[in-house]
């Protein structure tokens, strides 16, 4: 759960952009999870990584990460950046599996409640 999502309107806007891509796990009509990228030159922002409450821990964020860096890969994307709560431990654990690494802290980066983000970064050799 998101503690300022992101409103509908906003959502569908970038969705609209050619520099934006936003992938989708979905299993019977539900969605299961969403990942997304902002793509500048060589390099993507990972800016939206959801899962479901009821599949978190399984696979489906290293599957969209698949896919994501599969079609970053066919962009000519050589490095992908994110942040993430400094409390989200699953989330950094997961992140370092795809091969991010944490590379700074943005201090009071993210409200509700006030907390520093992790800015972890993956570059393709």
């Known amino acids: 759960m998101f503690t300022q999502p992101w409103s509908e309107t906003a959502f569908l806007e970038l969705t609209?952009?050619?520099?934006?891509?936003?992938?989708?796990?979905e299993e019977k009509e539900q969605i299961l999870g969403c990942v997304g990228m902002v793509v500048l030159g060589e390099e993507a922002d990972v800016d939206k990584v959801m899962v479901a409450a009821t599949?978190?821990?399984?696979?489906?964020?290293?599957?969209?990460?698949?896919?994501?860096?599969?079609?970053?890969?066919?962009?000519?994307?050589?490095?992908?950046t994110l942040e993430v709560r400094?409390?989200?431990v699953k989330a950094l654990h997961i992140y370092e599996k795809l091969g991010f690494i944490a590379e700074g802290i943005r201090p009071g980066f993210y409200d509700r409640p006030k907390e520093d983000a992790v800015i972890m970064w993956k570059r393709i050799p």
């Open 55 to 80: 599949h978190q821990g399984g696979h489906i964020c290293q599957e969209l990460f698949a896919v994501l860096f599969t079609e970053g890969e066919r962009l000519g994307v050589q490095a992908y």
């Open 16 to 25: 609209r952009k050619e520099y934006c891509h936003y992938l989708v796990a």
């Open 86 to 88: 400094k409390s989200n």
